[in-house]
């Protein structure tokens, strides 16, 4: 299976403290995204790194990026109650259209 | 921003009948859309590739008898899940690009069914 691996499955936390979710793929990438999905629903994107970053930010939000170990790393910083969700990270992968999606972390903050 | 408009939300049928799902782009053209199904606590799987005016490209283990897909304009592509049975019970979600490969999907909000 080309699907990539995320740790850990499921992670809790207190409000204010910061949330650490791990991906890992396989084939080489154009890029590798990270979407939430609140149960139920639909995915919403949340962040896109190409393959030559390695570091991007976006508000509370920080990913990494290792090609050479096929690894990147989302943090959540100063989580809330309202960053409970399920959060996938996806791979672009070269010469292909498709999205692949890792197993996923679901989060619970506690207030 | 690019909306993805899915429907049904959620639909009961029983076994044996067919049950179809709609996409739509609300405002950009999708020449492309993707069919995924998430089991509960599970990841997305790609079922499908739908391509505008051409036959849908299936992944390894869909049945693309039981799972017919339909492209027919580029803002509008279906799912039909024919004579459904209980294993068929998922929760569909569509998604589409509004530029080309390497740029974020844009997500329905899925389809609930349940084969009875």
């Known amino acids: 299976s080309q699907q990539g691996e995320e740790d850990p499955q499921a992670l809790s936390i207190q409000e204010g403290e910061n949330a650490t979710m791990n991906c890992s793929y396989k084939?080489?990438?154009?890029?590798l995204q990270w979407y939430r999905q609140n149960s139920g629903r639909g995915l919403v994107h949340l962040i896109l790194?190409?393959?030559?970053?390695r570091e991007k930010h976006s508000g509370r939000l920080r990913v990494t990026l290792d090609t050479s170990k096929k690894s990147s790393s989302l943090l959540i910083t100063a989580s809330r109650a309202a960053d409970t969700a399920s959060y996938f990270c996806a791979t672009d992968a070269i010469n292909t259209d498709k999205l692949i999606f890792g197993t996923g972390t679901r989060l619970q903050v506690f207030p | 921003g690019a909306v993805v408009s899915q429907h049904p939300s959620r639909v009961i049928c029983k076994s044996g009948t067919s049950v179809k799902i709609e996409c739509r782009s609300l405002d950009f053209q999708a020449t492309t859309m993707f069919w995924y199904r998430q089991f509960p606590k599970q990841s997305l799987m790609l079922m499908a590739t739908s391509n505008e005016g051409s036959k849908a490209t299936y992944e390894q283990g869909v049945e693309k008898d039981k799972f017919l897909i339909n492209h027919a304009s580029l803002t509008l592509s279906t799912l039909t899940v024919t004579s459904a049975h209980p294993e068929d019970s998922s929760f569909y979600i569509c998604?589409?690009?509004?530029w080309g490969g390497g740029t974020p999907l844009h997500f329905g909000n899925g389809t609930r069914l349940t084969v009875t």
């Open positions: 790194i190409r393959s030559n970053e």
């Open positions: 998604s589409a690009r509004d």
């Open positions: 084939t080489s990438i154009n890029n």
